[in-house]
Antibody, heavy 117, light 112 residues
Framework: EVYLLESGGDLVKPGGSLRLSCAASGFRFSNYAMNWVRQTPGTGLEWVSTIDVRIANTHYAGSVQGRFTISRDNAKNTVFLHMYNLRAEDTAVYYC??????????WGQGTPVTVSP | DVVMTQTPLSLPVTLGQPASISCRSSQSLAHSDGHTYLSWFQQRPGQPPRLLIYEISNRFSGVPDRFSGSGAGTDFTLKITRVEAEDVGVYYCMQATQFPWTFGQGTKVDFK
């Protein structure tokens, strides 16, 4: 069974940094792309970032380009989202999702990030 | 960016009756690889989103056959043949044909 467990969400001040983690199990992690998607009450769902099987191949939403970095550790079956220079508008629940056969086919339960003074 | 527009944003439904949600994209979602990456997700209260339909009309594993998807190009539809109590929630369409991948605003389905 596919299982995704996000962690690392916290309350952080504007301009601060945070690292989210997503531990995956139930599939051969190194063979699949991984994604981060966030959700805010006001703006709904927003795709944030994707990392392909080839680690150098990453993609970002324009709203986080240059501030967020996605990475993966295939030995630990974990994908990370490094978030820098956080803004109030980054406040959201962050979900880790897979692409085992189709985009966003499995989701974790999410980890909340709050950016506030 | 591809803008995804869902209608309606709120859909009051009756148990056992059909329901339909429309999703329109600002550009064709036909990819050069021959696929059209249009998906539908359901989000029940307090739960993460769940994939229902991928590539327009393919039901994901475990999704009841009362859910179906159709469409092409820029116009897509999610249909529920007979609404059940567990279908209450918010439904989103999403395109993954072109970066940045984008979601519709969501349609809230609730009982009248």
């Amino acid at each position: 069974e596919v299982y995704l467990l996000e962690s690392g969400g916290d309350l952080v001040k504007p301009g601060g940094s945070l690292r989210l983690s997503c531990a995956a199990s139930g599939f051969r992690f190194s063979n699949y792309a991984m994604n981060w998607v966030r959700q805010t009450p006001g703006t709904g769902l927003e795709w944030v970032s994707t990392i392909d099987v080839r680690i150098a191949n990453t993609h970002y939403a324009g709203s986080v380009q240059g501030r967020f970095t996605i990475s993966r550790d295939n030995a630990k079956n974990t994908v990370f989202l490094h978030m820098y220079n956080l803004r109030a508008e980054d406040t959201a629940v962050y979900y880790c999702t897979t692409r085992l056969g189709s985009h966003f086919d499995y989701w974790g339960q999410g980890t909340p990030v709050t950016v506030s003074p | 960016d591809v803008v995804m527009t869902q209608t309606p944003l709120s859909l009051p439904v009756t148990l056992g009756q059909p329901a339909s949600i429309s999703c329109r994209s600002s550009q064709s979602l036909a990819h050069s690889d021959g696929h059209t990456y249009l998906s539908w997700f359901q989000q029940r209260p307090g739960q993460p989103p769940r994939l229902l339909i991928y590539e327009i009309s393919n039901r994901f594993s475990g999704v009841p056959d009362r859910f179906s998807g159709s469409g092409a190009g820029t116009d897509f539809t999610l249909k529920i043949t007979r609404v059940e109590a567990e279908d209450v929630g918010v439904y989103y369409c999403m395109q993954a044909t072109q970066f940045p991948w984008t979601f519709g605003q969501g349609t809230k389905v609730d009982f009248k």
